[in-house]
Protein backbone atom coordinates (compact mmCIF):
# COMPACT_ATOMS: atom_id res chain seq x y z
CA UNK A 1 0.00 0.00 0.00
CA UNK A 2 1.03 3.68 -1.00
CA UNK A 3 2.19 5.82 2.17
CA UNK A 4 -0.30 8.64 2.63
CA UNK A 5 1.74 12.11 1.65
CA UNK A 6 2.68 14.66 4.14
CA UNK A 7 1.85 17.48 4.79
CA UNK A 8 5.27 19.87 3.38
CA UNK A 9 5.25 22.80 5.85
CA UNK A 10 7.38 25.70 5.21
CA UNK A 11 8.46 28.83 6.72
CA UNK A 12 8.73 32.36 5.13
CA UNK A 13 10.65 35.19 6.88
CA UNK A 14 10.22 38.08 3.99
CA UNK A 15 9.53 38.82 0.47
CA UNK A 16 12.89 37.84 -0.82
CA UNK A 17 12.50 34.52 1.07
CA UNK A 18 8.66 34.13 -0.51
CA UNK A 19 10.59 34.50 -3.83
CA UNK A 20 13.46 32.06 -3.43
CA UNK A 21 10.65 29.23 -2.11
CA UNK A 22 8.59 29.87 -5.27
CA UNK A 23 11.41 29.39 -7.24
CA UNK A 24 11.86 25.92 -5.28
CA UNK A 25 8.39 25.19 -5.46
CA UNK A 26 8.39 25.64 -9.96
CA UNK A 27 11.24 24.04 -10.10
CA UNK A 28 9.94 20.68 -8.16
CA UNK A 29 7.13 20.26 -10.24
CA UNK A 30 9.82 20.62 -13.15
CA UNK A 31 11.18 17.68 -12.06
CA UNK A 32 8.02 15.42 -12.65
CA UNK A 33 8.61 16.68 -16.72
CA UNK A 34 11.52 14.69 -18.19
CA UNK A 35 10.30 12.91 -20.59
CA UNK A 36 8.04 13.84 -23.53
CA UNK A 37 4.68 12.38 -22.18
CA UNK A 38 5.32 13.34 -18.63
CA UNK A 39 2.65 15.15 -17.11
CA UNK A 40 2.50 17.48 -14.00
CA UNK A 41 -0.72 19.33 -13.06
CA UNK A 42 0.10 23.15 -12.85
CA UNK A 43 0.52 24.56 -9.35
CA UNK A 44 -2.60 26.39 -7.60
CA UNK A 45 -2.58 28.88 -4.47
CA UNK A 46 -4.72 29.50 -2.17
CA UNK A 47 -3.81 32.54 0.67
CA UNK A 48 -5.86 32.66 3.94
CA UNK A 49 -5.57 35.30 6.61
CA UNK A 50 -4.99 33.14 9.87
CA UNK A 51 -2.35 29.62 9.71
CA UNK A 52 -5.01 28.26 11.87
CA UNK A 53 -7.35 27.92 9.77
CA UNK A 54 -8.09 24.80 7.93
CA UNK A 55 -8.75 24.18 4.29
CA UNK A 56 -12.44 24.78 4.09
CA UNK A 57 -15.06 25.19 1.63
CA UNK A 58 -17.36 28.10 2.68
CA UNK A 59 -20.45 25.07 2.57
CA UNK A 60 -18.25 22.95 5.06
CA UNK A 61 -17.71 25.92 7.35
CA UNK A 62 -21.92 25.90 7.43
CA UNK A 63 -22.63 22.18 7.64
CA UNK A 64 -20.52 18.70 7.11
CA UNK A 65 -21.37 15.92 4.92
CA UNK A 66 -24.35 17.58 2.92
CA UNK A 67 -25.70 15.39 0.26
CA UNK A 68 -24.99 16.46 -3.03
CA UNK A 69 -28.59 16.16 -4.31
CA UNK A 70 -30.02 18.61 -1.31
CA UNK A 71 -27.65 21.06 -2.14
CA UNK A 72 -28.47 21.42 -5.17
CA UNK A 73 -32.04 21.34 -4.20
CA UNK A 74 -31.44 24.33 -2.60
CA UNK A 75 -29.40 26.05 -5.14
CA UNK A 76 -31.54 25.06 -8.07
CA UNK A 77 -34.77 26.72 -5.90
CA UNK A 78 -33.23 29.93 -5.23
CA UNK A 79 -32.37 30.96 -9.30
CA UNK A 80 -35.18 32.16 -9.97
CA UNK A 81 -34.67 34.31 -7.43
CA UNK A 82 -30.98 35.31 -8.27
CA UNK A 83 -32.08 35.67 -12.23
CA UNK A 84 -35.33 38.01 -11.07
CA UNK A 85 -32.48 40.71 -9.81
CA UNK A 86 -29.27 40.05 -11.75
CA UNK A 87 -29.69 39.99 -15.70
CA UNK A 88 -28.34 36.15 -16.04
CA UNK A 89 -29.88 33.26 -16.48
CA UNK A 90 -28.44 29.45 -16.10
CA UNK A 91 -30.44 26.54 -18.02
CA UNK A 92 -29.27 24.17 -15.39
CA UNK A 93 -30.96 20.48 -14.93
CA UNK A 94 -33.94 20.01 -13.50
CA UNK A 95 -33.77 18.37 -9.68
CA UNK A 96 -34.95 14.89 -10.76
CA UNK A 97 -32.41 14.90 -13.55
CA UNK A 98 -29.74 16.19 -11.44
CA UNK A 99 -30.91 13.61 -8.51
CA UNK A 100 -30.71 10.78 -11.45
CA UNK A 101 -27.38 11.51 -12.62
CA UNK A 102 -25.64 11.75 -9.33
CA UNK A 103 -27.09 8.16 -8.03
CA UNK A 104 -26.21 6.37 -11.00
CA UNK A 105 -22.92 7.96 -11.38
CA UNK A 106 -19.31 6.46 -9.31
CA UNK A 107 -16.53 8.48 -8.33
CA UNK A 108 -14.89 8.38 -12.01
CA UNK A 109 -17.88 10.32 -13.37
CA UNK A 110 -17.94 13.02 -11.13
CA UNK A 111 -16.26 15.78 -12.91
CA UNK A 112 -18.98 15.19 -14.95
CA UNK A 113 -21.66 16.32 -12.66
CA UNK A 114 -19.35 20.01 -12.21
CA UNK A 115 -17.84 20.23 -15.46
CA UNK A 116 -21.20 20.29 -17.01
CA UNK A 117 -21.37 24.01 -18.47
CA UNK A 118 -24.26 25.68 -17.11
CA UNK A 119 -24.09 24.02 -13.74
CA UNK A 120 -20.08 25.07 -13.21
CA UNK A 121 -21.05 28.57 -14.67
CA UNK A 122 -23.71 28.92 -12.06
CA UNK A 123 -22.20 27.26 -8.69
CA UNK A 124 -18.92 29.70 -9.52
CA UNK A 125 -21.04 32.63 -9.65
CA UNK A 126 -23.08 31.57 -6.74
CA UNK A 127 -19.03 31.03 -4.92
CA UNK A 128 -17.84 34.53 -5.95
CA UNK A 129 -21.38 36.19 -5.24
CA UNK A 130 -20.88 34.94 -1.18
CA UNK A 131 -23.35 31.78 -1.21
CA UNK A 132 -22.26 28.75 0.74
CA UNK A 133 -20.43 26.64 -1.79
CA UNK A 134 -18.46 23.35 -1.61
CA UNK A 135 -16.15 24.49 -4.38
CA UNK A 136 -12.67 25.45 -2.86
CA UNK A 137 -11.10 28.90 -4.66
CA UNK A 138 -7.80 28.76 -5.72
CA UNK A 139 -5.89 31.01 -7.83
CA UNK A 140 -2.93 30.51 -10.32
CA UNK A 141 -0.76 33.20 -9.09
CA UNK A 142 1.26 33.09 -5.79
CA UNK A 143 0.76 36.48 -5.60
CA UNK A 144 -2.90 37.04 -5.97
CA UNK A 145 -3.24 34.14 -3.09
CA UNK A 146 -0.49 36.45 -1.08
CA UNK A 147 -3.06 39.52 -1.11
CA UNK A 148 -5.72 37.22 0.11
CA UNK A 149 -3.33 36.07 2.74
CA UNK A 150 -2.79 39.23 3.97
CA UNK A 151 -5.08 41.71 2.50
CA UNK A 152 -7.64 41.44 5.98
CA UNK A 153 -5.61 39.98 8.33
CA UNK A 154 -6.55 40.59 12.17
CA UNK A 155 -4.53 42.02 14.74
CA UNK A 156 -4.27 39.16 17.00
CA UNK A 157 -2.97 36.74 14.60
CA UNK A 158 0.32 36.13 14.84
CA UNK A 159 0.84 34.07 11.11
CA UNK A 160 -0.95 34.04 7.77
CA UNK A 161 -0.55 30.56 5.16
CA UNK A 162 -0.31 30.45 1.36
CA UNK A 163 -1.13 27.07 0.07
CA UNK A 164 0.42 25.60 -2.69
CA UNK A 165 -1.54 22.32 -4.25
CA UNK A 166 -0.60 19.93 -7.25
CA UNK A 167 -3.23 17.76 -8.55
CA UNK A 168 -1.58 14.93 -9.87
CA UNK A 169 1.93 14.44 -11.49
CA UNK A 170 0.08 11.62 -13.92
CA UNK A 171 -2.99 10.15 -13.94
CA UNK A 172 -5.46 10.96 -10.98
CA UNK A 173 -7.13 8.13 -9.24
CA UNK A 174 -9.95 9.25 -8.26
CA UNK A 175 -12.38 6.16 -7.80
CA UNK A 176 -13.66 4.80 -4.44
CA UNK A 177 -16.13 2.65 -2.78
CA UNK A 178 -18.74 3.25 -0.26
CA UNK A 179 -17.76 5.22 3.23
CA UNK A 180 -13.70 5.08 1.35
CA UNK A 181 -12.42 8.51 2.10
CA UNK A 182 -13.36 11.32 0.01
CA UNK A 183 -11.37 12.32 -3.37
CA UNK A 184 -10.84 15.85 -4.58
CA UNK A 185 -11.53 17.01 -8.26
CA UNK A 186 -10.15 20.23 -10.07
CA UNK A 187 -12.33 22.15 -12.16
CA UNK A 188 -10.94 24.09 -14.96
CA UNK A 189 -10.44 27.52 -15.22
CA UNK A 190 -12.44 27.86 -18.42
CA UNK A 191 -16.18 28.68 -17.42
CA UNK A 192 -18.54 31.62 -18.10
CA UNK A 193 -19.32 33.63 -14.75
CA UNK A 194 -18.61 36.25 -12.71
CA UNK A 195 -15.53 38.58 -13.68
CA UNK A 196 -13.56 37.74 -10.12
CA UNK A 197 -13.10 34.93 -11.67
CA UNK A 198 -10.78 36.28 -14.49
CA UNK A 199 -9.75 38.45 -12.21
CA UNK A 200 -8.44 36.48 -9.89
CA UNK A 201 -7.35 34.02 -11.96
CA UNK A 202 -9.59 31.42 -10.39
CA UNK A 203 -9.85 27.86 -10.64
CA UNK A 204 -11.84 25.55 -8.02
CA UNK A 205 -11.79 21.84 -6.31
CA UNK A 206 -14.43 19.85 -4.81
CA UNK A 207 -14.38 17.20 -2.69
CA UNK A 208 -16.95 14.64 -2.77
CA UNK A 209 -17.44 10.31 -1.67
CA UNK A 210 -19.69 8.10 -0.56
CA UNK A 211 -21.63 7.67 2.89
CA UNK A 212 -24.22 5.10 2.96
CA UNK A 213 -24.95 5.09 -0.91
CA UNK A 214 -24.88 8.79 -1.19
CA UNK A 215 -22.66 11.19 -2.55
CA UNK A 216 -21.56 13.90 -0.52
CA UNK A 217 -19.51 16.90 0.11
CA UNK A 218 -16.41 15.76 2.12
CA UNK A 219 -13.49 17.28 3.58
CA UNK A 220 -10.32 18.89 1.76
CA UNK A 221 -8.23 18.15 4.45
CA UNK A 222 -9.52 14.48 4.94
CA UNK A 223 -8.58 13.59 1.34
CA UNK A 224 -5.31 15.48 1.72
CA UNK A 225 -4.65 13.28 4.38
CA UNK A 226 -5.70 10.06 2.49
CA UNK A 227 -3.85 10.72 -0.53
CA UNK A 228 -0.89 8.85 -1.92
CA UNK A 229 1.81 8.34 -4.45
CA UNK A 230 1.61 10.87 -7.14
CA UNK A 231 -1.79 12.63 -6.69
CA UNK A 232 -2.72 15.79 -4.11
CA UNK A 233 0.11 17.25 -2.82
CA UNK A 234 0.12 20.30 -0.74
CA UNK A 235 2.58 22.90 0.56
CA UNK A 236 1.50 25.11 3.28
CA UNK A 237 3.95 28.34 3.90
CA UNK A 238 3.30 30.32 6.79
CA UNK A 239 4.16 33.64 6.62
CA UNK A 240 4.55 36.60 10.00
CA UNK A 241 2.23 38.29 10.31
CA UNK A 242 4.11 41.54 10.42
CA UNK A 243 5.01 41.63 6.82
CA UNK A 244 1.79 42.49 5.69
CA UNK A 245 2.99 46.45 4.55
CA UNK A 246 5.82 45.06 3.22
CA UNK A 247 4.04 42.54 0.98
CA UNK A 248 1.27 44.39 -0.30
CA UNK A 249 3.53 47.09 -1.28
CA UNK A 250 5.15 44.71 -3.73
CA UNK A 251 1.82 43.54 -4.85
CA UNK A 252 0.50 46.94 -4.90
CA UNK A 253 3.70 47.39 -7.74
CA UNK A 254 2.34 44.76 -9.40
CA UNK A 255 -1.19 46.20 -9.84
CA UNK A 256 -2.49 43.73 -7.08
CA UNK A 257 -4.81 45.22 -5.05
CA UNK A 258 -8.33 45.29 -3.94
CA UNK A 259 -9.93 47.14 -6.94
CA UNK A 260 -7.81 44.94 -9.65
CA UNK A 261 -8.95 41.53 -7.69
CA UNK A 262 -12.59 42.44 -7.15
CA UNK A 263 -13.59 45.62 -9.39
CA UNK A 264 -16.19 47.27 -7.46
CA UNK A 265 -17.21 50.36 -5.86
CA UNK A 266 -15.91 49.22 -2.43
CA UNK A 267 -12.74 47.50 -3.73
CA UNK A 268 -11.81 51.23 -5.43
CA UNK A 269 -12.48 53.06 -2.46
CA UNK A 270 -10.32 50.47 -0.09
CA UNK A 271 -7.54 50.86 -2.75
CA UNK A 272 -7.61 54.37 -2.65
CA UNK A 273 -7.88 54.33 0.78
CA UNK A 274 -4.99 52.50 1.49
CA UNK A 275 -3.01 54.22 -0.57
CA UNK A 276 -4.20 57.55 1.17
CA UNK A 277 -2.72 56.00 4.38
CA UNK A 278 0.63 54.89 2.78
CA UNK A 279 0.93 58.88 1.80
CA UNK A 280 0.24 59.86 5.53
CA UNK A 281 2.64 57.41 6.74
CA UNK A 282 5.51 58.27 4.21
CA UNK A 283 4.40 61.95 4.59
CA UNK A 284 4.30 62.42 0.75
CA UNK A 285 0.90 63.97 0.19
Known sequence: MEKTLPLRLETVKNWDDFELKLQKLHAGREQYIKEPGDYASPLLFRGQADARWELESTLEREISGTKLVDYYRVIHASKPNIESFTSHTWDIPSYEQYSNDSCNGDLLSLHKLFSSAPIYEYMAYLRHSGFPSPLLDWTASPYIAAFFAFNDV????????????????????????????????????????????????????????????????????????????????????????????????????????????????????????????????????
Open 154 to 285: KKDTEEVAIYAYLESTGFKITSGGNNEPPHINQLGPYVRTHKRHFLQQSQYTVCCGWKNNELCYGSHEEAFENSSGGQDIRWKFTLPSKERSAFLEKLELMNINAFSLFASEESLISMLGRRGIKKLLDKTF
